[in-house]
């Protein structure tokens, strides 16, 4: 199963944006069982397996692939369709 990993911190006011902008509308369009949420002050070493240097930071997993997005907007339309495996382009 396609997956999105969410890195944040609960500090983070950057974080807060772009989880209600962006990840939790998200969530409900393809649902939860395809969203992680991980605070990378919480853990770690989660953080550091996925090479996460700044936050928020998106990883899309596909399988043993990553592919990631840093910071700044995503096409939620289009990532959603990617999740349910409609579409190979993220």
Known sequence: MRKLIFFHASWCPPCRFYENQFISPLEEMVGAEHIERVDAWKEPWKAEKYMVDRLPTVVLLDGETAHMIRTGS???????????????NA
């Not at 995503?74 to 190979?88: P, T, Y």
């Open 74 to 88: 995503i096409d939620i339309e289009k990532v959603a369709e990617w999740l349910k495996g409609e579409s190979d």
